[in-house]
C-alpha cells in the first residue's frame, strides 16, 4: 500500500466499515503517522483535526475498532479499514455515526462459517465439529440427511422451537459438509444468484 497522502495535504479520509456486517461505520482521517499505527497497533488510529493530534478511537470509551484488514482506493486517496468494534462506534452510543444499527442476522453465517473452517483446520478434542471432520465424509453427510428427515417431521407439527431448532441443526450440518468438500454456503450463493440471472 502506498496511500497518497500529499494528495490530501496531509491527510486521507478513512472509511471504517465492520468486517462482519459490511456496515460503515464512521469516516475519520489518518495521516502517514497514524496509519502506520493503526497497523502496528491493529487498533484504528486517526489524526484528529480538532485536536491536532494522533487519536485512538476507544482511548476514552474503551470501544476500540480492532482492525481485520485495510486497503486503499484506485486514486490511492481514501483508506478503507474493515475492523472489529468493541462496542458503539460513535459517540452518543449509537452503533455507527451514522445512526444506523449495526446487526444483520444473515452476517453470522459467515462467523459460523469461520469456526466451522478453523475447527477444520485445527482440531481439538474437546470440539464436536472437529469431531464431526475425524469421522469423515460419509459421516457428516449421513448428519445432513438425519436432521433433513428432522426438519420434515417438524415442519408438519406446530411446535415453532422444535422446527427452528432442527432447521439451524441442519443448516449448520449443511455447512460442516460443504466445509469437508472444500466449499462454503458462499458457493451456493453463487449458484442461486447464476440461477436467479437466467
Known amino acids: 500500500m502506498s496511500p497518497d497522502f500529499e494528495k490530501g495535504?496531509?491527510?486521507l479520509p478513512a472509511v471504517i466499515q465492520d468486517s462482519l456486517t459490511g456496515k460503515v461505520l464512521m469516516l475519520g482521517y489518518m495521516n502517514a503517522e497514524a496509519l502506520k499505527q493503526t497497523e502496528e497497533t491493529g487498533k484504528v488510529t486517526f489524526f484528529?483535526?480538532?485536536k491536532d493530534r494522533l487519536w485512538v478511537k476507544g482511548e476514552t470509551s474503551g470501544n476500540f475498532l480492532m482492525v481485520k484488514s485495510i486497503a486503499e482506493d484506485c486514486d490511492k486517496?481514501?483508506?478503507?479499514?474493515k475492523a472489529e468494534p468493541q462496542g458503539p462506534t460513535c459517540h452518543t452510543g449509537a452503533d455507527t455515526c451514522f445512526?444506523?444499527?449495526n446487526s444483520?442476522?444473515?452476517t453470522f453465517l459467515n462467523h459460523l462459517r469461520d469456526i466451522i473452517e478453523d475447527r477444520k483446520n485445527n482440531p481439538s478434542d474437546e470440539s464436536y465439529?472437529?469431531?464431526l471432520f475425524k469421522k469423515g465424509i460419509n459421516k457428516v453427510a449421513q448428519k445432513v440427511g438425519e436432521e433433513a428427515v428432522e426438519v420434515v417431521i417438524e415442519?408438519?407439527?406446530d411446535n415453532e422451537d422444535l422446527f427452528l431448532n432442527e432447521s439451524a441443526d441442519l443448516l449448520y450440518h449443511l455447512m460442516v459438509l460443504l466445509a469437508h468438500k472444500g466449499y462454503s454456503l458462499d458457493d451456493v450463493v453463487k449458484v442461486l444468484?447464476?440461477?436467479h440471472k437466467k
Open 104 to 106: 444483520n442476522p444473515i
Open 129 to 131: 465439529t472437529a469431531s
Open 99 to 101: 445512526d444506523e444499527a
Open 48 to 50: 484528529s483535526r480538532s
Open 155 to 157: 415442519a408438519k407439527d
Open 9 to 11: 495535504g496531509g491527510l
Open 77 to 81: 486517496d481514501t483508506i478503507l479499514v
Open 193 to 195: 444468484e447464476g440461477r
